[in-house]
T-cell receptor, first 112, second 116 residues
């Protein structure tokens, strides 16, 4: 079955620490990948997306993600987090241009 | 464009009552999704439409839930009768199909439903 897995449910970091959030998808066909962020009390907003071309995707606010097809992964990274990055992060996959599947989310808490 | 608009933002209702959530997608978008977010289950896809036609409603929890999209600019999600376990934040999202999947889902602000 098509699915998206996020293995880190809750991450706590200090400011300036580096971040890497894992995301794996299950489908071997055509897939487009996304990372969304949800700040407390707000709706989901797009951070970055991959649909073709360079597997290293750069998004807003210094985030980037790398699509590794052989590992079915699309991990999110940021070299130095800030307190304002405290939020919940969702990985999502669009299979065959069809419906969006979301992971269970990772809550990031950045301590000042 | 004002984005995806959902109403109401908050709804508190008594068990057994009918609840209707509303969504106005971004103009021109051809896909509309309804999601439910809870602490226990995260973000669940309930149903999605393409060009106003329901494509997959396998995520709708039970017959108490129904969704309609009478035209390209409006959709409703109805729960009748409502139960306390339906309490959640319900998000509507819309997207426009793009070549090679160059698309994204735009989310509304959500409706926080509390059933007491």
């Amino acid at each position: 079955a098509q699915s998206v897995s996020q293995h880190n449910h809750h991450v706590i970091l200090s400011e300036a620490a580096s971040l890497e959030l894992g995301c794996n998808y299950s489908y071997g066909g055509t897939v487009n990948l996304f990372w969304y962020v949800q700040y407390p009390g707000q709706h989901l907003q797009l951070l970055l997306k991959y649909f073709s071309g360079d597997p290293l995707v750069k998004g807003i606010k210094g985030f980037e993600a790398e699509f590794i097809k052989s590992k079915f992964s699309f991990n999110l990274r940021k070299p130095s987090v800030q307190w304002s990055d405290t939020a919940e992060y969702f990985c999502a996959a669009l299979y065959n241009f069809n419906k969006f599947y979301f992971g269970s989310g990772t809550k990031l808490n950045v301590k000042p | 464009d004002a984005g995806v608009i959902q109403s109401p933002r908050h709804e508190v209702t008594e068990m057994g009552q009918e609840v209707t959530l509303r969504c106005k997608p971004i103009s021109g978008h051809d896909y509309l999704f309804w999601y439910r977010q809870t602490m226990m289950r995260g973000l669940e896809l309930l149903i999605y439409f393409n060009n106003n036609v329901p494509i997959d409603d396998s995520g709708m929890p039970e017959d108490r839930f129904s969704a309609k999209m009478p035209n390209a600019s409006f959709s409703t999600l109805k729960i009748q009768p409502s139960e306390p376990r339906d309490s959640a934040v319900y998000f509507c999202a819309s997207s426009l199909w793009g070549a090679l999947g160059n698309t994204e889902a735009f989310f509304g602000q959500g409706t926080r439903l509390t059933v007491v």
